[in-house]
């Protein structure tokens, strides 16, 4: 199999990319910055439109744009999971046929056939996505398939339908640079790293 070169390039931009945004833990504390609230108390009130309704306005849901209807069949649990640590080398290397170079993480490369898989319990972006979606089920909630190409394909699969929930989602998106079937690979890694998240 020939490398093509734009692949190749996507791949360690990706790679690069991904482990930079990846690579470290932080710890501490988050805090309001103080001048945070002098701010927002010194604008015009001119900016504020009176309401007109007489029924109390509901925030606004950000996801809702993004889910749209959702069918959750087997609620899992999305707090205190591990990020990228859902699926294992062994599970890539086996839905690959390759050899992973990471041994867990978010970003794994292959070799043999050549592609780089993230995995991560996510926030679900599916309308800001370029490429073909498919709505697709796993265990009998909703899911998408996005690709752009036959080399590129990620499946997102939510694992809630609760609003407060700040990860709802696991995605796998698979990129291959040689051969492979990167919408079947991706759709089997989604379906291994759902079964695996516990249920809540």
Do not use: Y
């Not at 993480?105 to 056939?113: E, F, K, L, M, S």
């Not at 993230?118 to 998408?144: F, L, S």
């Amino acid at each position: 199999m020939h490398l093509r070169p734009t692949a190749v390039l996507l791949a360690l931009g990706l790679t690069l990319a991904a482990v930079t945004g990846c690579s470290e833990q932080v710890k501490g504390t988050a805090s309001a910055d103080p001048n945070a609230a002098e701010a927002t108390t010194t604008a015009p009130s001119t900016s504020k439109k009176p309401s007109t309704s007489s029924s109390p306005s509901k925030p606004a849901d950000p996801t809702a744009k993004q889910q749209g209807d959702i069918k959750i069949t087997k609620k899992k649990k999305t707090a205190g999971l591990e990020t990228c640590g859902v699926l294992t080398k062994a599970d890539i290397e086996a839905a690959t046929g390759g050899k992973s170079s990471a041994d867990g993480g978010c970003i794994h490369t292959t070799t043999g056939p050549s592609t780089v898989i993230t995995q991560m319990v996510t926030v679900p972006e599916v309308a800001d996505q370029d490429g073909e979606k498919k709505r697709i089920e796993i265990g009998g909630n909703t899911a998408w398939q996005i690709s752009s190409s036959k080399e590129d394909c990620q499946v997102t699969v939510m694992l809630t339908d609760d609003p407060s929930a700040i990860t709802s989602a696991f995605s796998v998106s698979v990129v291959a640079i040689e051969e492979l079937d990167a919408c079947a690979t991706a759709l089997k890694l989604a379906t291994q790293g759902f079964e695996r998240i516990p249920d809540a």
